[in-house]
């Protein structure tokens, strides 16, 4: 049973950091590109960023490059999302998810996801 758990969200202001984290668990790890995505109320799900099973290819959507950074640890079935500069716009909650193959920003590609963790910036 493929299991996905994100940790880390919580309330911050308008310019802090916030690291996400998201453990695996019942696949093997290291074939899995991983993305993240988030979903703000009201709003369809989006791509926030997404890294290669290897970690040498990674990809963010155009309103997170500079401020968020994703990173992964294969020894620890664990991906890690770094948020910087963070903006009332970035409140969502925000999902781990998996897909057997090479990055994708499309939702629809990924198979396993996580339940979510909120993340909410205030002004």
């Known amino acids: 049973q493929v299991q996905l758990v994100e940790s880390g969200g919580g309330l911050v202001q308008a310019g802090d950091s916030l690291r996400l984290s998201c453990a695996a668990s019942?696949?093997?790890?290291?074939?899995?590109?991983m993305g993240w995505f988030r979903q703000a109320p009201g709003k369809e799900r989006e791509f926030v960023s997404a890294i290669s099973w290897a970690g040498s290819s990674t990809d963010y959507a155009e309103s997170v490059k500079g401020r968020f950074t994703i990173s992964r640890d294969n020894a620890k079935n664990s991906v890690d999302l770094q948020m910087t500069t963070l903006k009332p716009e970035d409140t969502a909650v925000y999902y781990c998810?998996?897909?057997?193959?090479?990055?994708?920003?499309?939702?629809?590609?990924?198979?396993?996801w996580g339940q979510g963790t909120q993340v909410t910036v205030s002004s």
């Open positions: 998810a998996a897909r057997f193959g090479s990055v994708d920003q499309s939702a629809s590609a990924y198979v396993y």
């Open positions: 019942g696949l093997t790890f290291g074939s899995y590109a």
